[in-house]
T-cell receptor, first 114, second 114 residues
Framework: DSGVTQTPKHLITATGQRVTLRCSPR?????VYWYQQSLDQGLQFLIQYYNGEERAKGNILERFSAQQFPDLHSELNLSSLELGDSALYFC?????????????FGPGTRLLVL | DAKTTQPNSMESNEEEPVHLPCNHSTISGTDYIHWYRQLPSQGPEYVIH???SNVNNRMASLAIAEDRKSSTLILHRATLRDAAVYYCILLHMYSGGGADGLTFGKGTHLIIQP
């Protein structure tokens, strides 16, 4: 158990819909990362937050957005969903978001878009 | 971003040492070398990381070449639970001290034979 929690575990929805994925970092961690893992693209970094502020952006689509709240939990919002958005979405956290730190990954949310 | 090259798959016998190679010939001076692994149906898990010197922890050892253009992850005594995809990742430090998220390649699929 990494200490990072993600809800829900599974999500099934239809094309065109919007969903919100939630992540609670490990106690004491200020930085949160979101990753997407699909069969064809592998594991891709989407976005990073540190203490409520966006710090780095990866391959995140414009239809996707995220935020980190004052209590440090984070939400990833996916809108206008397409079949290709079906994937595992992982959240990770680290203390300060620096490159020498370990990132601790949650168990993931499996999204299926029908 | 500096890229890494790993063999697609490797096979080893249980209770024998495993050496997983990684080439990163375009590494820059502030790039940290991280290794993560992903067991089936789980999120990625930190294994080890280093900058210039060899590193040891309870899970593995990391041997870094003197020119830093390659590294080797060493599992001293593989068990069936070590069967996973192992990712070698370079994490670049920006001038402000921050870093991007992890860029996962295809990794090495490690198969352990009983």
């Amino acid at each position: 158990d990494s200490g990072v929690t993600q809800t829900p575990k599974h999500l099934i929805t239809a094309t065109g819909q919007r969903v919100t994925l939630r992540c609670s970092p490990r106690s004491g961690d200020l930085s949160v990362y979101w990753y997407q893992q699909s069969l064809d693209q592998g594991l891709q970094f989407l976005i990073q937050y540190y203490n409520g502020e966006e710090r780095a952006k990866g391959n995140i689509l414009e239809r996707f957005s995220a935020q980190q709240f004052p209590d440090l939990h984070s939400e990833l919002n996916l809108s206008s969903l397409e079949l290709g958005d079906s994937a595992l979405y992982f959240c990770a956290s680290s203390v300060a978001g620096t490159p020498e730190e370990t990132q601790y990954f949650g168990p993931g949310t499996r999204l299926l878009v029908l | 971003d500096a890229k890494t090259t790993q063999p697609n798959s490797m096979e080893s016998n249980e209770e024998e040492p495993v050496h997983l190679p990684c080439n990163h010939s375009t590494i820059s001076g502030t790039d940290y070398i991280h290794w993560y692994r992903q067991l089936p149906s789980q999120g990625p898990e930190y294994v080890i990381h280093g900058l210039t010197s060899n590193v040891n922890n309870r899970m593995a050892s990391l041997a870094i070449a003197e020119d830093r253009k390659s590294s080797t992850l060493i599992l001293h005594r593989a068990t069936l639970r070590d069967a996973a995809v192992y990712y070698c990742i370079l994490l670049h430090m920006y001038s402000g001290g921050g870093a991007d998220g992890l860029t996962f390649g295809k990794g090495t699929h490690l198969i352990i034979q009983p």
